[in-house]
T-cell receptor, first 110, second 116 residues
Framework: DAKTTQPTSMDCAEGRAANLPCNHS???????VYWYRQIHSQGPQYIIH???NNETNEMASLIITEDRKSSTLILPHATLRDTAVYYC???????????FGTGTRLTVIP | GAVVSQHPSWVICKSGTSVKIECRSL??????MFWYRQFPKQSLMLMAT?????????EQGVEKDKFLINHASLTLSTLTVTSAHPEDSSFYIC????????????FGSGTRLTVV
């Protein structure tokens, strides 16, 4: 699976959009980009995933660059409950497991 | 959606005793489940892959005789920490594939183990 690089931490004002970048320059054609988040002392929670098209669901939007070397997770209106560590993972179809990097610690500030 | 139930959510045990953690897929079958360990302020580290009806596959550096994994059915995997020591205190998390398209995984809520 391709390695991903994320900023260590970010702050976001409550109510504003949180844009979390992820670099995956070595991603291969059959690897999806997955985003999970982990709120303190809980198991990771699935957020969204995509291959090459932009995706949106009730939690977030995922913007993937045309060359697929990077992506951005967007939380449109961040709340205090969105404070968590966000993990970007490149996952090959049929892969057996997820390997987690260090992720981005997002702090939503009142 | 897919739900993975993990029990107990926390446990305190004495040094030298064994502790069993259960991981169940509630609404789907999982031939494969995964066990992770997470120390404070660190990321999740994969310990082992649990395979239904066969032996688990352990990551390098994980002692298979200390962390016993049993995956006797398509909905249940257990992790037993044998002869626990304070350094085994950690947050243990299981996951199972399925329920999310193209290979996504669902995670349990985790078990906080404290060995005293």
């Amino acid at each position: 699976d391709a390695k991903t690089t994320q900023p260590t931490s970010m702050d976001c004002a409550e109510g504003r959009a949180a844009n979390l970048p992820c670099n995956h320059s070595t991603i291969s054609g059959n690897e999806y980009v997955y985003w999970y988040r982990q709120i303190h002392s809980q198991g990771p929670q699935y957020i969204i995933h995509g291959l090459k098209n932009n995706e949106t669901n009730e939690m977030a939007s995922l913007i993937i660059t045309e060359d697929r070397k990077s992506s951005t997770l967007i939380l449109p209106h961040a709340t205090l409950r969105d404070t968590a560590v966000y993990y970007c993972i490149a996952l090959q179809t049929g892969a057996n497991n997820l390997f987690f990097g260090t992720g981005t610690r997002l702090t939503v500030i009142p | 959606g897919a739900v993975v139930s993990q029990h107990p959510s926390w446990v305190i045990c004495k040094s030298g005793t064994s502790v069993k953690i259960e991981c169940r897929s509630l609404d789907f079958q999982a031939t494969t489940m995964f066990w992770y360990r997470q120390f404070p302020k660190q990321s999740l580290m994969l310990m082992a892959t649990s395979n239904e009806g066969s032996k688990a596959t352990y990551e390098q550096g994980v002692e298979k005789d200390k962390f016993l994994i049993n995956h006797a059915s398509l909905t249940l995997s257990t992790l037993t920490v044998t002869s626990a020591h304070p350094e085994d205190s950690s947050f243990y998390i299981c996951s199972a594939g399925g329920g999310i398209g193209e290979g996504g995984y669902t995670f349990g809520s985790g078990t906080r183990l404290t060995v005293v």
